[in-house]
């Protein structure tokens, strides 16, 4: 199946996780300001991520959800994220692509470098993430991505 990622990225916490999902499920990867929208319907599977900004995903990600058609097509989200419960900040992307019609398969988040704001002057939260671990753990979701739509 063709798969595509589109993701968006600020301080490159996301493109690192987005490499090693699209490296898995050999996935084609483009920036969420530089997709078009006939390009998507190419594909069968389309992933979306960000870092987490205020609580939901980065503003370029929702834009371009809340501008697609309906469409049969199976997607994942993933983010990485400052702080909080894993995938509870998908709850606004997640609405507009089921509202839309899509058919969500997985969800996947990790812990990100952040120093947003005033976080900046205490040297930003989780130096060093996302890590090896969570790199690893980002190839094993794409793996149980993979071994889920074998079996459909």
Request: proline residues 3%; aromatic residues 10%; glycine residues 10%.
């Amino acid at each position: 199946m063709k798969t595509l990622i589109i993701y968006a990225t600020v301080t490159g916490n996301t493109v690192k996780v987005a490499k090693a999902i699209s490296k898995v499920l050999k996935a084609r990867l483009v920036q969420a300001n530089k997709v078009k929208i006939k390009d998507i319907k190419k594909y069968d599977i389309i992933g979306f991520g960000s870092g987490i900004y205020f609580y939901r995903h980065h503003i370029s990600i929702l834009k371009l959800a809340r501008k697609l058609p309906s469409m049969d097509k199976k997607v994942f989200i993933f983010s990485t994220r400052g702080a909080g419960p894993g995938t509870l900040y998908h709850w606004s992307l997640r609405r507009i692509l089921w509202k839309k019609g899509f058919e969500r398969i997985g969800e996947f988040s990790c812990k990100g470098f952040d120093d947003v704001g005033p976080l900046k002057l205490f040297g930003g939260l989780n130096k060093g993430r996302p890590n090896k671990k969570d790199v690893e753990n980002a190839k094993k979701f794409a793996k149980s991505l993979k071994k889920l739509m074998k079996k459909r």
